[in-house]
Nanobody
Framework: QVQLVESGGGLVQPGESLRLSCAAS????????MGWYRQAPGKERELVAT???????NYADSVKGRFTISRDNDKNTVLLQMNSLKAEDTTVYYC??????????????WGQGTQITVAT
């Protein structure tokens, strides 16, 4: 069974940094891409950043230049380094892995989420 477990959330002040980690129970090479999403109460879940197996990354405009996504295939882990955090970054962050089989079967896997709170 595939499991994605996020860690690294917490409470920080504006301008500070956090690093989120998403550990997979299987090889992350089966997911393309892997990514981080966030969802505020009453709002739709939105993309934060994704990374493909070949390393290509994609970021939401709101986090470009501040957040960096990376992957460690040996450790089956995807990281999100978040710098210069703002109050508007406060919400729950989710890790996602997308798997597409050779016959086109699509599976999405989500972690349980980790809370980020940016406040003075």
């Amino acid at each position: 069974q595939v499991q994605l477990v996020e860690s690294g959330g917490g409470l920080v002040q504006p301008g500070e940094s956090l690093r989120l980690s998403c550990a997979a129970s299987v090889s992350i090479l089966r997911f393309n891409p892997m990514g981080w999403y966030r969802q505020a109460p009453g709002k739709e879940r939105e993309l934060v950043a994704t990374i493909r197996t070949v390393g290509q990354t994609n970021y939401a405009d709101s986090v470009k230049g501040r957040f960096t996504i990376s992957r460690d295939n040996d450790k089956n882990t995807v990281l999100l380094q978040m710098n210069s955090l703002k109050a508007e970054d406060t919400t729950v962050y989710y890790c996602k892995g997308l798997s597409i089989t050779t016959d086109g079967y699509v599976s999405e896997y989500w972690g349980q989420g980790t809370q980020i709170t940016v406040a003075t």
